[in-house]
Antibody
Framework: QVQLQESGPGLVKPSQTLSLTCTVTTGSITSGDYHWSWIRQPAGKALEWIGHVYTSGSTKYNPSLESRVAISIDTSKNQFSLKLFSVTAADTAVYFC???????????????WGQGTLVTVSS | NFMLTQPHSVSESPGKTVTISCTGINGNVADNYVQWYQKRPGSGPTTVIYDDYQRPSGVPDRFSGSIDRSSNSASLSISGLKTEDEADYFCQSYESNNVVFGGGTKLTVL
């Protein structure tokens, strides 16, 4: 049973870079034809897909965030990472990592998810 | 852009049946599969329905999903409500360049 765990700073200053890592704690990140995603939820708001990375390193991003996002993968560490540049208070949210079981077919279904980590943008 | 809207909250008594809707805007809900996730405080979301009406193993058959083309909506029904069903429920679908989530519905079982 694949399990995911997010890690990273809980507080980031405005204009700086938010950096998070997701570790696949059981199972291999290269096993199966999956894409590895980041999703966030600001308090009281809807979930928002940020983007995903494939084991080859290819990426796809939400058009609304594409100019500020970079997602990468390190298969040797069983990890993938998120960088969000030039953050503002609007980027304060709980950030989740998740496995997309069908991104290759364009029919996204996220399962499983990490438990999420709160990142606050404040000076 | 395609969007999904959900009621902000619903409540029902234990043992009853509740239905949560997920209505499409600027697109047809029936064109792409809909997933439903359950999220409890402090935990990541888990799938209760995928591909409109399929249940993952381990999800009780009290949970069911459907699509109504006439109202352009997907629905999640939970029968025989238990207090443990109290959670937030999100619908999710996709379009060509993006993934779409509904705003979430808080289910209270009282």
């Amino acid at each position: 049973q694949v399990q995911l765990q997010e890690s990273g700073p809980g507080l980031v200053k405005p204009s700086q870079t938010l950096s998070l890592t997701c570790t696949v704690t059981t199972g291999s990140i290269t096993s199966g034809d999956y894409h590895w995603s980041w999703i966030r939820q600001p308090a009281g708001k809807a979930l928002e897909w940020i983007g995903h990375v494939y084991t080859s390193g290819s990426t796809k991003y939400n058009p609304s965030l594409e100019s500020r996002v970079a997602i990468s993968i390190d298969t040797s560490k069983n990890q993938f990472s998120l960088k969000l540049f030039s953050v503002t208070a609007a980027d304060t949210a709980v950030y989740f990592c998740a496995r997309d079981r069908r991104a290759a077919a364009g029919m996204s279904w996220f399962d499983p998810w990490g438990q999420g980590t709160l990142v606050t943008v404040s000076s | 852009n395609f969007m999904l809207t959900q009621p902000h909250s619903v409540s029902e008594s234990p043992g009853k049946t509740v239905t949560i809707s997920c209505t499409g805007i600027n697109g047809n809900v029936a064109d792409n599969y809909v997933q439903w996730y359950q999220k409890r405080p402090g935990s990541g979301p888990t799938t209760v329905i995928y591909d409109d009406y399929q249940r993952p193993s381990g999800v009780p058959d009290r949970f069911s999903g459907s699509i109504d083309r006439s109202s352009n909506s997907a629905s999640l029904s939970i029968s025989g409500l238990k207090t443990e069903d109290e959670a937030d429920y999100f619908c999710q679908s996709y379009e060509s360049n993006n993934v779409v989530f509904g705003g979430g519905t808080k289910l209270t079982v009282l």
